[in-house]
């Protein structure tokens, strides 16, 4: 059964720095693509960031340049580095596994941005 925890969220001011991160469990975290999935109140779910099992990213065009997902294969564990931080990246914050026929998602971490 894969089991994925996120840490990392809370409160910063417009401009700064936030390191999420999820520890994946049950399975080989290897074999998978992960991404970053985000929810702001009122608004649908929405993918910020995705990395392949080889590394490769691909980024919401919201957060192209300021957001930097990255892996861990021996940590099992997949981080989204949020730099540059605005008001509108206030969100919940997911990771979810992808690829599998069960759908897979951890808990969720808040993420709040003050101006």
């Known amino acids: 059964q894969v089991q994925l925890v996120e840490s990392g969220g809370g409160s910063v001011q417009a401009g700064g720095s936030l390191r999420l991160s999820c520890v994946f469990s049950g399975r080989t975290f290897s074999a998978y693509s992960m991404a970053w999935f985000r929810q702001a109140p009122g608004k649908e779910r929405e993918l910020v960031a995705a990395?392949?099992?080889?590394?490769?990213?691909n980024y919401a065009d919201s957060v192209k340049g300021r957001f930097t997902i990255s892996r861990d294969n021996v940590k099992n564990t997949v981080y989204l580095q949020m730099n540059s931080l605005k008001p509108e990246d206030t969100a919940v914050y997911y990771c979810?596994?992808?690829?599998?026929?069960?759908?897979?998602w951890g808990q969720g971490t808040q993420v709040t941005v003050s101006s």
């Open positions: 990395i392949t099992p080889g590394g490769s990213t």
């Open positions: 979810r596994v992808l690829g599998t026929i069960r759908d897979y």
